[in-house]
């Protein structure tokens, strides 16, 4: 065997992640996991069984259109109408993908040359960093900090992170790990500064339903932004099927061609019964889409309220899955040592930052059902073992 090491040099540095880490650790010590952001609770009967009824027909079990089956595309263009009053031909302007995570390869892979340079925020999605890396691309980050409850950024070094080699800023609102929901002022400024510099922009809104305060405003919608605007989303938080891995961009007939053409080598397809399920889902009436804030801001209140309870300084969130506590002591230490001491797994943010500035941060999943976070708490509370 040859000693030269296998992995490519683009790769190095994407290892092993500290989320193989901790949930070995969650085995390990029987603690409760609330590393990894999934739901312990099925979605929506409907869209169960439309996919069991798909694969029971025999319809959908073979490959579907590589651009997804016309009913999916359909029904996510209605959804991008009904929620935000935005247009796009299920034909030339709907792509659908193996979850939003092939969709961020695709449009990465499909749209940045080796050299340019990518804006984003940290802490980041850290599939961000790995594409974006795959792409012989370079990022550069603006810090996202806390600021009495609300994430904000220096509008300064989002300017001053734009060059001449930057091709695209790639934005996730609701945003992971913080919960952030950017507003509209601040939309504004990144899609001013994306018209100003001729830069396109990759949205990544997985969280769109997830939200307890603020809206979730589309940077699409905003003047001059269809255009240049990758929109990627996933039907996996939305019906808490994140194992079925359907997602989908919507943007203009160029860049939607550009993904395309990067994900038929990818995938080429994927969820053949999951399809028409999730349009099923997309479909449901907009009680639905009420219902998955209501549950999902009960459990936040019940972690956010009983960690502030035991002490913790806690940073709530307006979205999402995740709530972050800041421990005021090195993060990584601290959730090394949680799962012996307590029994609990958490996530250290630092590992989504390339700055030290979340190096005291640690992000806690609350989509478990509230007795399992209720047990988190016992637990949390409880002697050190
Ligand atoms: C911000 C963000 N983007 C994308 C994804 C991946 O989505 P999917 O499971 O649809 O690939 C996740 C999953 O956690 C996420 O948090």
């Known amino acids: 065997m040859s000693a030269v090491q296998p992995l490519v040099a683009r790769m190095q540095g994407f290892g092993t992640t500290i989320f193989a880490e901790m949930s070995a ?3 390990e010590t029987g603690s409760v996991n ?5 739901p312990d609770t099925d979605g929506p009967p409907e869209v169960l069984l439309a996919a069991a009824d ?4 025999g319809t959908h079990n073979q490959y579907p259109p590589g651009p997804g089956i016309p009913e999916l595309r359909r029904a996510i263009a209605q959804h991008q109408q009904r929620f935000y009053g935005l247009e796009y031909d299920p034909d030339a302007e709907v792509l659908v993908t ?3 995570t092939e969709a961020i390869a695709g449009a990465l892979l499909g749209l940045v040359e080796p050299g340019d340079e990518v804006v984003t925020f940290e802490p980041y999605y850290d599939s961000y960093a790995a594409c974006i890396a795959l792409a012989g691309a370079h990022r550069r980050v603006v810090t996202l900090r806390p600021d009495d409850q609300r994430w904000t950024f220096d509008p300064d070094q989002l300017r001053a992170a734009i060059t001449p080699k930057t091709r695209l800023i790639l934005l996730n609102t609701p945003h992971n790990p913080t919960g952030k929901v950017f507003d509209r002022a601040e939309l504004q400024l990144i899609a001013d500064l994306a018209i100003e510099h001729d830069l396109l922009v990759i949205t990544d809104e997985v969280y769109e339903h997830l939200i307890f305060e603020g809206t979730h405003t589309p940077i699409a919608s905003l003047p001059g932004m269809r255009e240049r605007t990758v929109t990627i989303s996933s039907a996996g938080k939305t019906f808490s099927v994140t194992g079925w891995k359907i997602g ?9 061609t550009a993904v395309r ?15 028409p399920a999730i349009a099923r889902g997309l479909a449901l009436p907009d009680g639905y889409y009420e219902g998955i804030a209501v549950q999902l801001r009960h459990q936040r209140d019940v972690l956010s309220d009983g960690l502030a309870g035991l002490g913790y300084d806690v940073i709530r969130p307006q979205a999402t899955y995740f709530a972050t506590i800041d421990v005021h002591a090195d993060g990584v230490e601290f959730c090394r040592s949680l799962p012996k001491d307590k029994r609990v797994v958490a996530i250290p943010s ?3 930052y390339d700055s030290g500035a979340g190096d005291n941060h640690v992000r806690l999943a609350f989509c478990k059902r509230p007795e399992v976070l209720d047990e988190a708490l016992i637990r949390l509370k409880g002697a050190s073992s």
């Open 25 to 27: 650790l969650a085995v």
């Open 34 to 38: 609330l590393g990894q952001g999934f």
């Open 54 to 57: 798909a694969i029971r027909d």
């Open 98 to 100: 193996a979850g939003a």
């Open 248 to 256: 989908w961009v919507t943007a203009s007939p160029a860049l939607t």
């Open 261 to 275: 053409t990067v994900k038929q080598f990818l995938t080429y397809v994927n969820g053949g019964p999951f399809q």
């Open 350 to 352: 630092s590992v989504f």
